[in-house]
């Protein structure tokens, strides 16, 4: 990767060097993008499998798979897969189920009563990638808090032919409603429905460039009333090392990342250029043992290396970025804890690779892309749920709060407002 001394760069060239890959913000995206919405919306179920053909080399004549295909997928994944399956779950599990919301119910004041309370979305859509990499732990990651949070449907899309532990991690989880359809048009289906796939209210999951940008235009789309989770597409990661780090754990994790997508990016920010010249080293080594060389070949063209005065102005880069992932591979890592400010995911120390939050250790992985970690959280059980809040006064209760609301409405010129206590007030009175 490039390597490049953070103080010796403009203002502008810093702004530069935390820029993301070209291949994302491609304005042809946007217009492909649109037309697969369009062709779906007029045509449905026929343009969803003539994109299964176009996209996929695919030709179904379901949409849904039967409850016998997926009984025959589930015989077909072997034992270890389904062990490694339920390890994961239960993490998963533990960790979302300590989310559980706990209703508040208070008294403001003498009569008046305050409550926020929780439901389930009814509706949810989830999408799981296909394509190069079967993503078997995004079922986990979509699936379990959906079940959790108690959404009643529950709907899971993937590019055909779905692989067969995709299939059995969502019989795992509670899922029975599967489809094969994968890219922008099953965000299009999700979000508009057709003959055979459910409307939904919210669709999940990360996804490539035109994933995401589906996500955005179709939550945008006056038609319709969808929303999505978050902006999640190429991955990202971002690694914090001091010159005692592990040059081949860095470029291990580097990798990890690398080797999602070609518009996929990696960064490196150390306080020590011998380090950031050994995760170069390691970076070439490691490159060639990796049957998705070339995918991370081109993925590291558009990444690089920042070396830096201190960790302190380390933490300062990472968070202007703004990274997917952030590791932190230092002598004392929770040191630097409290001052991290942007970051989808944080792995602390040097036994803990992005690869266990993937997967297994309970947090999960669908995370905000693109710099949107400084304003957008990771998932969690409350993204499968909507909060609303209850009030109820009693007479008293009016009696005490009538005066300050008639007050404040009266000063916005909003004399319906004020007229809707002070008949009630004048009620009380009678």
């Known amino acids: 990767m490039e390597i490049l001394n953070w103080n010796a760069l403009s203002d502008s060239d810093k702004n530069q060097a935390l820029t993301r890959s070209p291949l994302i913000g491609d304005n042809s995206v946007e217009q492909q993008v649109t037309r697969i919405i369009e062709q779906v919306v007029t045509n449905g179920d026929v343009a969803l499998k003539q994109f299964n053909q176009q996209f996929d080399g695919v030709k179904v004549e379901s949409l849904a798979l039967s409850q016998q295909e997926i009984d025959a997928a ?3 994944v072997a034992e270890p897969v389904k062990q490694s399956i339920a390890v994961a779950v239960a993490n998963i599990e533990t960790f979302h189920k300590a989310q559980v919301f706990n209703a508040i119910d208070i008294e403001t004041m003498p009569g008046v009563r305050c409550e926020l309370r929780t439901e389930a979305i009814e509706k949810v859509g989830l999408y799981i990638p296909g394509g190069t990499a079967p993503l078997i732990s995004t079922v986990m990651m ?13 709907v899971l899309v993937s590019p055909p032919p779905i692989n067969d532990a995709i299939i059995y991690a ?5 899922i029975t409603e599967i489809y094969q359809v994968g890219g922008a048009q ?3 289906a999700m979000a508009f429905g057709t003959e055979s796939v459910t409307k939904v209210d919210k669709i999940f999951g990360p996804g490539n460039r035109y994933v995401t940008e589906a996500k955005r235009l179709v939550s945008q789309d006056n038609r319709i009333s969808v929303t999505i989770d978050m902006p999640a597409g190429p991955s990202e990661v971002l690694v914090i090392a001091d010159e005692y ?5 860095i470029a291990a994790d580097l990798l990890s990342q690398a080797e999602h997508g070609v518009d996929s990016q990696v960064m490196l920010v150390t306080n020590s250029q011998a ?10 080594s490691q490159l060639a043992q990796l049957p998705r ?18 960790l302190n102005e380390a933490v300062l880069v990472s968070n202007q970025y703004g990274p997917e992932h952030l590791i932190v591979q230092t002598q004392s890592p929770r040191d630097l804890l409290g001052a991290i400010r942007a970051a989808g995911s944080v792995f602390v120390g040097a036994y803990t690779p992005e690869s266990v939050g993937d997967y297994a250790s309970g947090t999960n992985h669908v995370l905000p892309t693109y710099g949107y970690s400084r304003a957008v959280s990771s998932l969690s059980l409350a993204d499968f749920s909507r909060r609303f809040t209850v009030q109820e006064l009693t007479p008293q209760g009016l009696q005490n709060l009538g005066q300050t609301v008639m007050t404040l409405a009266e000063n916005e010129l909003l004399d319906a407002h004020k007229q809707a206590v002070a008949i009630r007030l004048a009620s009380l009175t009678n």
């Open 74 to 76: 589930c015989e077909r």
């Open 142 to 154: 979509l699936a379990l808090p959906a079940k959790i949070a108690g959404c009643q449907q529950r």
């Open 170 to 174: 969502a019989k795992v989880c509670g």
């Open 186 to 188: 099953a965000i299009a």
């Open 245 to 249: 780090a592990n040059p081949a754990f």
């Open 275 to 284: 380090q950031a010249e050994a995760v170069n080293s390691e970076l070439v």
């Open 293 to 310: 060389q070339d995918i991370a070949k081109q993925a590291l063209t558009c990444s690089r290396s920042i070396v830096v005065n201190d």
